[in-house]
């Protein structure tokens, strides 16, 4: 780790370590979107009342405090995580308008995180490194994480509910073989709803494919709304040839489709040409979910519509660094009448 001081704050560059990392930080609290409040006012008392008055003064009173969380991931030009930021360095803005940040953060959370594991026949030659990669992510993780298992190839199945056993994960992986077409898609909506019973407010998932779809019921319109309701985010590994080689039409279409899906919830795809680079892969992306920022406004627009609403964040970086790019979540359901 290369510390780097700049006025008038500090910053440290993450950059790449090994795969024999043993322990990451993690660095973020609730992705949970909404919490509210009930505020009761007591009645005031008079000498002489009549029952109308009283009636009306006797009625709890409840006013809903709505707060919106934002998990930001912050790299310099070189792709290495930027941490140190205060938070005047960042500007939130709703349907382009500003927001007041009213909560900051960078606090070490467990974290709930889904594998989504590509099985099919196109993974042959890929899948005992993929496999690797898988072990190393969750050899990385926190001791106080859980994990579920998702693998897919004709069909999505739960190959393992949520356990804190990295053994009992890998034993998993071991006796599993690649074959059939790929449900892609099936696999993240079935990760989505095992999500529902995550302990941890801290959710992601985790897709390790080559990105093509050819095999599912559910359409790439189905996970996005899915994705939408839920406060999830995606990140995923894609294993790709090289650029402009596409032995199928799902194969050239697999990388649009990973970076759509994972850029809405604030996560990214990390591609892959070289298999040797997965397990080293894999350890940057536990990284990442790690340390990130934490950001919590409440809206200035009050109406419960159940509309998208859409969240940008901007940085006021110190002077002297190079130009930053941010990552977060597009936007947000807003709650309905």
Not at 163 to 192: C, H, N, P
Not at 200 to 212: H, M, V
Request: overall charge neutral.
């Amino acid at each position: 780790m290369k510390r780097v001081t700049t006025q008038p704050a500090k910053m440290w560059l993450i950059g790449l370590l090994p795969v024999c990392l043993c322990a990451v930080a993690v660095a973020f609290p609730s992705l949970r979107s909404f919490a509210q409040d009930d505020l009761t006012k007591a009645p005031a008392t008079e000498p002489v009342q009549s029952p109308a008055e009283k009636a009306a003064k006797t009625k709890p009173v409840q006013q809903e405090v709505q707060m919106v969380l934002v998990n930001a991931t912050v790299t310099d030009p070189y792709g290495r995580l930027v941490t140190g930021l205060d938070q005047h360095n960042f500007q939130i803005f709703e349907d382009n308008t500003e927001q007041e940040v009213v909560h900051f953060s960078s606090e070490d959370v467990p974290v709930s995180i889904g594998m989504i594991f590509d099985m099919s026949g196109s993974m042959a030659n890929k899948f005992e490194k993929s496999r690797l990669a898988a072990v190393q992510f969750f050899k990385t993780a926190n001791p106080k994480d859980e994990f579920f298992l998702i693998s897919f190839n004709d069909r999505a199945q739960l190959s393992s509910g949520f356990t804190d056993s990295v053994e009992e994960l890998q034993e998993r992986l071991m006796f599993t073989s690649a074959k059939g077409r790929t449900a892609l898609l099936d696999g993240i909506y079935l990760g989505l709803s095992q999500m529902k019973t995550a302990h941890n407010p801290k959710r992601a998932l985790l897709i390790i494919s080559d990105g093509g779809d050819n095999h599912s019921r559910y359409s790439e319109s189905d996970v996005r709304t899915f994705l939408k309701e839920a406060d999830i985010q995606l990140f995923a590994i894609g294993i790709f040839e090289q650029p402009g080689y596409c032995p199928t039409p799902e194969e050239c279409s697999g990388p649009d489709l990973l970076n759509d899906i994972t850029a809405m919830t604030g996560g990214r795809v990390f591609r892959v040409n070289k298999l040797d680079e997965l397990p080293d892969t894999a350890t940057k992306i536990s990284m990442e979910l790690r340390n990130q920022y934490v950001l919590g406004y409440r809206p200035s627009n009050h109406a419960h519509n159940g509309k998208w609403r859409k969240i940008r964040i901007r940085l006021r970086p110190p002077k002297g660094l190079p130009p930053l790019t941010v990552y977060s979540k597009t936007g947000y359901l807003a709650p309905g009448h």
